[in-house]
């Protein structure tokens, strides 16, 4: 069974520009999730998707924002980029939203900002 | 607000050692809770995971934890620790109502010929 995958791995973008960022889970899982990971403040949760609908959010600025489609796939939209937004962006995926339900991750997207 | 804390952001053992990684977590009722290995350049790796049940818990790599609510600790272990464990080491709890992983700060650990 394949794994998540994250699209793109790698991006550079300047202050001031939007991102998309892509996530696929793995077949059959419904709910996912996504991480901001940085040197400064660790693993931080932005916010969690199922059915197509945000359960959970982070704490994290408006300019941060997701979706997620039918097929369970999932995007996440930075705007108005800030250096501070550099990051490696993690997604998550699980089966369901228990807790006892493990977060599959993916290898992640690095986030350089200029 | 649910915490979770790693003691020590950095831990040497020499290879064949004992390797202990702290975990403490500030919850009112148990969570759920999770030991990830982080490798360069890539995402989070499953180590183990305690839902309910036995409080030793076994897991990939010949790791272990064992869940002691009285502490509420969740100490990691591994007797005899080999060169490919260098990597970083995360603690995280989910409440379970919300649904999102609460991280430890992570602890790096090396491995020493």
């Known amino acids: 069974k394949a794994g998540v995958t994250q699209t793109p791995r790698y991006l550079i973008k300047t202050r001031g520009q939007q991102v998309t960022l892509s996530c696929s889970p793995i077949?059959?899982?419904?709910?996912v999730s996504w991480y901001q990971q940085t040197p400064g403040q660790g693993l931080q949760f932005l916010f969690e998707y199922f059915s197509e609908t945000q359960r959970n959010k982070g704490n994290f600025p408006g300019r941060f924002s997701g979706r997620q489609f039918s097929n369970s796939r999932s995007e996440m939209n930075v705007s108005t980029l800030e250096l501070g937004d550099s990051a490696l962006y993690l997604c998550?995926?699980?089966?369901?939203?228990?807790?006892?339900?493990?977060?599959?991750f993916g290898p992640g997207t690095r986030l350089t900002v200029l | 607000a649910q915490s979770v804390t790693q003691l020590g952001s950095h831990v040497s053992v020499s290879e064949g050692a004992l390797v202990l990684l702290r975990c403490n977590y500030s919850s009112s009722v148990p969570p759920y809770l999770f030991w990830y290995v982080q490798y360069p350049n890539q995402g989070l790796q499953l180590l183990l995971k305690?839902?309910?049940?036995?409080?030793l818990v076994k897991g990939i790599n010949g790791f272990e934890a064992e869940f002691k609510k009285s502490e509420t600790s969740f100490h990691l272990t591994k007797p005899s620790a080999h060169m490919s464990d260098a990597a970083e080491y995360f603690c995280a709890a989910d409440s379970g109502s919300a649904r999102q992983l609460t991280f430890g700060s992570g602890t790096q650990l090396t491995v020493l010929p």
């Open positions: 305690y839902t309910t049940g036995a409080t």
């Open positions: 077949s059959g899982h419904r709910s």
């Open positions: 998550a995926s699980s089966l369901g939203r228990g807790g006892n339900n493990e977060q599959f």
